[in-house]
């Protein structure tokens, strides 16, 4: 008699240590099928950016190496997840199909259906949480509704037991050994060829899971110290840059948070704050989980409603394409472009300026900045993005109040007062070559507050 095989399906934890549902399956014991669906064919399921499908190359890459060293197959294959999962099932007669959680609306609306058609099928089906420390619904407030303000919300997250220990990478594992048919990753055409963009991502990026260890390592070791004061200056490389690590889940929060805690039992004064703060910034990706488990529609909805009033002028195309080129004549704001198509990322301070200079100078609608995110960003996460938008739009959860317009010139002086971080993305910068400011500072403020005004409710 053959023993039935485990489906681990990976989704957003391209991990093997602290990976829960591959976890399970090795204490289960039975022979192990990892699978990867490329599932661009679900409703609601958001198409990955471009840049982000080149992360996604890179991590999946990485993934299959791991799991072939401890003789574990990866199996890709493209198609609606449920069909493609309950297929799989059925032909090698798997006996458990174990997954961890995602909490997109569309994503679970996918993975409830999986699972009663598996366990119909008579395939135990189980799935475990894996990317968040708090799942959105565990943490409510005395009234039993959501939270909308960061503060309350993490006092509670931080008022129940700590998040448990994560799980050591397994170090020997039963693969499946029977073939099964997988398709060729370079079939996804997930990295681009002509033109081939992605040169300054690679020079920017490695994606896997050891990089994501490593980068960690560095950060505790290296940075932490200084991340309380330094975090908001983009020259200073003080942030950890693990945000498309998580995304991803080459990392898991649970390993990011206990060795930061580990950290934290010798830190004293500035470095113990700078501890505190660093796992302050992963509640903040809690929070935007919690408010996208919440409100699924964050990409497209205001969260505030009040805001559906706002009159957007009709959408001027060059001035769109101004900002994204970074060819606005604002020095921090081009930097950050800049920044963003060379690299796939942008210091989060800088994300604040751009969003802020789109939204409330050029009066562009949140939802064009975050699209265009979207697509640039390698960390680009359906919670994180739409709710950065809407707290800058002032739309959104805890938000940033309208009336907060970022100067982008007082910004620059204070946050990068050396220019540093604009000459290295400014090639031209200081030459005639660079481009003349393509709007007035005060007059388009005056207007973006005008305009905030009149949808205002009288209070
Ligand atoms: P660190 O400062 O080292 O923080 C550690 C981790 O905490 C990050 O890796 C990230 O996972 C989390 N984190 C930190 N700040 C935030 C935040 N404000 N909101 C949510 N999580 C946070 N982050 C994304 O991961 N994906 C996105 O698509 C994204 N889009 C954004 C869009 C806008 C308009 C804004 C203002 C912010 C956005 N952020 C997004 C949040 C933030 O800018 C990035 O997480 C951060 O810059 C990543 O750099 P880091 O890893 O060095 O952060």
């Not at 920044?339 to 949140?366: Q, Y």
């Not at 220019?419 to 090639?427: D, F, S």
Request: aromatic content about 12%; glycine content about 8%.
């Amino acid at each position: 008699m053959t023993t039935r095989p485990s489906i681990v399906w990976f989704r957003d934890d391209l991990r093997l240590a602290d990976h829960p549902a591959l976890n399970a399956a090795a204490e289960h014991g039975a022979p192990i099928i990892a699978v990867y669906v490329l599932d661009e064919q679900s409703p609601g399921i958001r198409p990955l950016g471009g840049a982000a499908r080149w992360w996604l190359h890179g991590s999946l890459t990485a993934l299959a190496a791991s799991l072939e060293r401890l003789g574990v197959p990866l199996v890709l294959r493209r198609g609606a997840a449920g069909t493609v999962i309950t297929e799989l099932a059925a032909s090698i007669d798997a006996g458990a199909v174990l997954w961890n959680r995602r909490y997109g609306a569309a994503e679970r609306a996918v993975d409830t259906a999986v699972k009663t058609d598996l366990r119909a099928a008579g395939v135990l089906a189980h799935s475990f949480a894996g990317s968040l420390l708090f799942e959105p619904w565990t943490i409510m407030t005395g009234a039993g509704g959501s939270y909308s303000v960061f503060t309350p919300f993490w006092r509670a997250c931080n008022a129940g037991p700590p998040p448990r220990e994560p799980y050591p990478a397994p170090l020997a594992l039963t693969g499946w050994s029977s073939a099964v048919d997988s398709e060729p990753l370079t079939s996804w055409a997930l990295e681009p060829t002509k033109p081939d963009w992605a040169g300054g991502l690679r020079a920017a990026w490695t994606p896997g899971e050891t990089a994501a260890h490593e980068l960690l390592d560095a950060f505790l070791r290296d940075t932490l110290p200084r991340y309380a004061t330094e975090r908001d200056a983009p020259a200073e490389e003080a942030t950890s840059r693990l945000s498309p690590h998580l995304r991803w889940g080459e990392i898991s929060p649970y390993q990011v948070w206990h060795a930061t805690q580990k950290v934290q039992r010798t830190a004293t004064g500035g470095a113990a704050a700078s501890g505190i703060r660093f796992l302050t910034e992963l509640g903040w990706r809690e929070f935007a989980w919690h408010v996208l488990f919440h409100t699924p529609d964050l990409a497209t909805v205001n969260l505030r409603r009040d805001y559906d009033a706002f009159p957007w002028p009709p959408l001027d195309d060059r001035v769109l394409s101004a900002w994204q080129q970074g060819r606005t004549g604002f020095a921090l704001v081009d930097a950050g472009m800049r920044e963003l198509w060379r690299t796939g990322s942008m210091h989060n301070r800088v994300r604040m300026v751009t969003a802020s200079f789109l939204i409330k100078n050029l009066l562009i609608d949140w939802r064009q900045g975050e699209q265009w995110f979207w697509d640039t960003l390698v960390d680009a996460d359906s919670a994180s993005n739409p709710f950065g938008w809407q707290w800058v739009a002032g739309s959104g959860a805890d938000a940033a109040p309208y009336f907060r317009v970022f100067n982008p010139e007082l910004q620059a002086k204070k946050f990068d007062p050396n220019q540093e971080y604009i000459r290295q993305n400014i090639t031209e910068w200081g030459t005639d070559a660079y481009p003349a400011p393509i709007v007035d500072l005060g007059e388009t403020r005056r207007a973006a507050l005008a305009a905030y005004a009149a949808i205002k409710r009288p209070t």
